[in-house]
């Protein structure tokens, strides 16, 4: 090996030396760097995983918007219904009283019309008792009893109304 130039002890002992270096740099170079990467590496994972989560909870999040807006839209729908229904029942009602208190001033004015045509009647059948008494009067040319005449023309009057209804 002489012959080659190589010297077994100085081999031997670079040998060692390199094994020495080896371990000491794979110690402390090596290891803390493999350690550094990983951890770097678990670093990229979390905030991948954390960037996932958060995509996740934007989407969950945005369809729970999506469900409340419809929610929202569809109780709106449903309190303008309401009101539409409530609007419909209060012009029903008004619309109700409205014929029952024309039905009523109806009856009030035909209640008023009878009083005053049955007034009317009374008045013509007084005035034309006046005028039966002073006609027979003028005719007797003698004074009778004025309330003898009126309960005899009155008489007469409702016989003729009573022949006047048969």
Do not use: C, W
């Not at 031997?12 to 020495?20: A, K, M, P, V």
């Not at 990983?38 to 996740?56: P, Q, T």
Request: glycine fraction near 2%; aromatic fraction near 4%.
């Amino acid at each position: 090996m002489e012959a080659l130039g190589i010297n077994l002890p100085q081999l031997i002992t670079q040998l060692i030396s390199f094994i020495i270096l080896f371990v000491v740099l794979y110690s402390l170079l090596y290891k803390p760097l493999l350690k550094a990467l990983d951890n770097r590496s678990a670093r990229i994972k979390e905030g991948l995983e954390a960037a996932e989560k958060a995509k996740a909870e934007a989407a969950a999040s945005q369809e729970e918007m999506r469900r409340q807006i419809q929610a929202a839209r569809n109780e709106g729908q449903a309190m303008i219904a309401q009101a539409r229904e409530v609007a419909d029942k209060f012009r029903d009602e008004e619309l109700a009283r409205a014929r029952q208190e024309i039905e009523a001033e109806r009856a009030k004015a035909q209640l008023n019309i009878q009083r005053e045509r049955d007034a009317a009647i009374e008045e013509l059948r007084r005035q034309f008792a006046g005028l039966a008494i002073t006609a027979a009067e003028r005719v007797v040319e003698k004074s009778l009893d004025e309330k003898a005449h009126r309960d005899l023309i009155n008489k007469v009057l409702m016989d003729s109304v009573t022949i006047a209804k048969k």
